[in-house]
Nanobody, 125 residues
Framework: QVQLVESGGGLVRPGGSLRLSCVAS????????MGWFRQAPGKEREFVAA????????YYTDSVEGRFTISRDDANKMLSLQMDSLKPEDTAVYYC??????????????????WGQGTQVTVSS
């Protein structure tokens, strides 16, 4: 069972950047498709981005396409999310997640059995 620990959240002004990281405990990190989700106060957890086990495929929700970049470093068992041109509506707790059953990338939170504890991102002037 993989354990995930996020870091890198914080307070940033609109238009600024943050880089989130997620470190996995599992040596077989390379078998997992990985995703980032976020949850704002009073809202459901929503999909942000995903990357395949090989790193060859990525997918983003429309609202972050072109501003966020998901990547993985298998040697260090690390998942990253580079967030640029941040907006107040990006404010949320961000979670990394892992799954290994899907043949294609999935945006459904129900398909991810493994989750980190979350890291807060606040975009405000």
């Amino acid at each position: 069972q993989v354990q995930l620990v996020e870091s890198g959240g914080g307070l940033v002004r609109p238009g600024g950047s943050l880089r989130l990281s997620c470190v996995a405990s599992e040596r077989t990190f390379t078998i997992y498709n990985m995703g980032w989700f976020r949850q704002a106060p009073g809202k459901e957890r929503e999909f942000v981005a995903a990357i395949s086990w090989s790193g060859g495929s990525t997918y983003y929700t429309d609202s972050v396409e072109g501003r966020f970049t998901i990547s993985r470093d298998d040697a260090n068992k690390m998942l990253s999310l580079q967030m640029d041109s941040l907006k107040p509506e990006d404010t949320a707790v961000y979670y990394c997640a892992a799954e290994f059953r899907s043949m294609t990338l999935t945006t459904r939170k129900e398909d991810y059995p493994y989750w980190g504890q979350g890291t807060q991102v606040t975009v405000s002037s």
